[in-house]
């Protein structure tokens, strides 16, 4: 794949781990011994992990899917295993052979992962079942090896875009006749499309999040275009923190100037997820930085279907990127080749390139669900699969069939989605949710503080995010 089309990351395992964890690897990625594989009635053990443990709806749906595979596979035993993937017991757990058969990681994590010796090559098993070209090509560099490899299964993805307030839009000169609305190629014309909005409706034309983590994460996309790398790897396996830059300073300095220069952004300079939501599906902001989920939240506000739609992120200085999140799967790499196929078979029943019967009655169910909720439908979230599979289709016209919305609302950020004519990039590799929350509050500093220095804040939350925790991996 082409630089130009896309340019991933890719991330080595996080830390050195010791001398023995680094032996335990070896072994585990080698194959260990093939131990409790089958059951005593020979039936082939696939343990899955994140199994839910309290009673409820998930717990009540997991059964049932159990049961149901089983009766449908008979030649395996499903058994499920309550540990919930997170980095700081996955790599002692992995080192002890204890991993499920089967366990979800993040986006961010599967490079770590994968070239940590720990997943499974799942290349022939999926070759077997019909799977060469079917994920989304664009997630192909984050799910295989150097050697094109495939070791892990994509479940969910998303990237972010922007939403924007239709009527507002309007009011401002910035929809077209038809109802698109017109695409800020840049961040300064979000700036401009701002001062517009605030002109013509005397609303913030703007919101960025800026507690709870919210707003670091988002600064990170933001930043990534302005060519900021906040953390690059040693020879040493060291990690060290590489944003105290002049390109920090500047993506810091455009947020700063939202309040103090152009005066865009709302009154409150406090904003965590909830209020961020709240402020722009009660109407006083006409644009956010989001993903396509954004319809059941925004809902409880009252924002009805035609109220709002979404448009591509737009290009900065330096690269046009964007955002990529969501979840995969992941087999132990100690898995024998008969729970390597049971594992993909269980998978299956999640995600699935052909658009079977299940998937049509559950994506019918979900449509009419949140059309019932007066939920905007018409928004396509980036899928795991090309563009050809039976299901990508299936889904696309069901959802152009059941849109209650003028399409032209959403058909700019759907076209993103699609053709993604820009970068794409996971979130930061180690340390990421502690990285948002220093960002945070460089945010909330130039945003209440008409004086302060981008730079200096930089410079010393690079330190902090150095000292106090890039330097304390343990994993």
């Not at 690897?25 to 082939?44: L, R």
């Not at 998303?158 to 401002?172: K, W």
């Not at 017109?182 to 013509?200: G, L, N, R, S, Y």
């Not at 299936?394 to 209650?404: P, T």
């Amino acid at each position: 794949m082409s630089g130009k089309k896309m340019r991933i990351r890719f991330f080595k395992v996080t830390a050195l781990l010791t001398a023995a964890v680094l032996a335990a690897g070896v072994f585990a990625g080698c194959g260990a011994d093939k131990v409790g594989t089958s059951d005593k009635n020979g039936k082939t053990i696939v343990s899955v992990g994140n199994w839910p443990q309290n009673e409820g709806k998930q717990l009540d749906a997991l059964n049932a899917r159990k049961e149901s595979f089983e009766a449908q596979n008979p030649d395996v035993t499903i058994e499920p295993d309550h540990w919930r993937s997170e980095l700081k017991t996955f790599y002692a757990k992995a080192a002890g052979g204890q991993l499920p058969t089967v366990y979800d990681t993040y986006m961010t994590e599967i490079r770590q992962i994968i070239e940590s010796g720990y997943s499974a090559d799942l290349s022939e098993v999926l070759k077997k079942r019909g799977y060469e070209n079917k994920f989304n090509p664009k997630l192909m560099e984050i799910i295989t090896n150097s050697d094109g490899d495939i070791y892990a299964f994509p479940s969910t993805a998303y990237v972010l875009g922007m939403a924007y307030n239709t009527e507002m839009f309007e009011a401002a000169g910035l929809t077209e006749a038809d109802g698109t609305p017109k695409q800020p190629k840049t961040w300064d014309d979000v700036v401009e499309f701002a001062k517009k909005i605030k002109e013509a409706t005397g609303k913030p034309g703007f919101v960025f999040p800026t507690a709870n983590n919210n707003g670091g994460w988002i600064f990170t996309c933001l930043a990534w275009s302005f060519g900021v790398d906040f953390m690059e790897k040693g020879d040493d396996g060291k990690w060290k923190a590489t944003f105290n830059t002049p390109e920090a300073a500047e993506a810091l300095q455009w947020i700063k100037d939202l309040k103090w220069k152009h005066d865009i952004l709302p009154a409150n300079t406090l904003i965590d997820n909830e209020e961020y939501l709240k402020l722009f599906a009660t109407g006083n902001a006409g644009m956010f930085i989001n993903a396509a989920d954004i319809s059941s939240k925004v809902v409880t506000y009252g924002m009805g279907p035609d109220d709002y739609g979404m448009f591509a992120l737009p290009a900065g200085p330096k690269r046009h990127v964007t955002l990529l999140g969501g979840k995969a799967y992941s087999v132990s790499s100690v898995a024998s080749e008969e729970q390597i196929d049971a594992a993909i078979r269980w998978i299956e029943t999640d995600c699935n390139y052909k658009a079977t019967d299940d998937f049509k009655m559950n994506q019918e169910n979900a449509i009419k669900i949140n059309a019932d909720k007066n939920c905007l439908v018409g928004l396509k979230s980036l899928s795991i699969w090309n563009s050809d599979t039976e299901s990508v289709k299936y889904l696309s016209e069901l959802i152009d069939k059941n849109m209650n919305c003028n399409p032209n609302h959403v058909k700019l950020y759907n076209e993103f989605v699609e053709n993604l004519p820009c970068e794409i990039q996971p979130e930061e590799p180690v340390c990421a949710q502690e990285l948002y929350g220093i960002l945070d509050g460089c945010i909330q500093e130039v945003l209440t503080n008409k004086n302060a220095d981008c730079a200096q804040l930089l410079e010393k939350a690079a330190s902090d995010f150095q000292a106090n925790y890039l330097d304390n991996l343990d994993y």
